[in-house]
Nanobody, 125 residues
Framework: QVQLAESGGGSVQAGASLRLACVVSGRTVSEYAMAWFRQAPGKEREFVGGMSYSSAFTDYGDSVKGRCTISKDNAKNMVYLQMSRLKPEDTAIYYC??????????????????WGQGTQVTVSS
């Protein structure tokens, strides 16, 4: 059984940076496609960024392109999301997700089988 646990959220001012972390247990992170999604109150879950299992491919949601970077540390079984130039509209619960092997990046939530509990990010203006 794969378990995911996010950390690193918090309350920041607009323009700040945050790095979210996701620890994967039960299996090795290199066996999965990994991604970050977010969900704001009253809105649908939104793809933020993802990485193929091989780390060869990454993809990002249009609203965060150029401001977010996903990375993975296979030795530590960790996945990270570096976010910069944060905006109030980035306020949401951020979820780490693991999905089946795919040469590229899944950008839809239903492709991912395992989810963490989420970490809150609040950006004030």
């Amino acid at each position: 059984q794969v378990q995911l646990a996010e950390s690193g959220g918090g309350s920041v001012q607009a323009g700040a940076s945050l790095r979210l972390a996701c620890v994967v247990s039960g299996r090795t992170v290199s066996e999965y496609a990994m991604a970050w999604f977010r969900q704001a109150p009253g809105k649908e879950r939104e793809f933020v960024g993802g990485m193929s299992y091989s780390s060869a491919f990454t993809d990002y949601g249009d609203s965060v392109k150029g401001r977010c970077t996903i990375s993975k540390d296979n030795a530590k079984n960790m996945v990270y999301l570096q976010m910069s130039r944060l905006k109030p509209e980035d306020t949401a619960i951020y979820y780490c997700a693991a999905g089946p092997l795919y040469i590229r990046v899944w950008t839809v939530s239903y492709k991912y089988d395992y989810w963490g509990q989420g970490t809150q990010v609040t950006v004030s203006s």
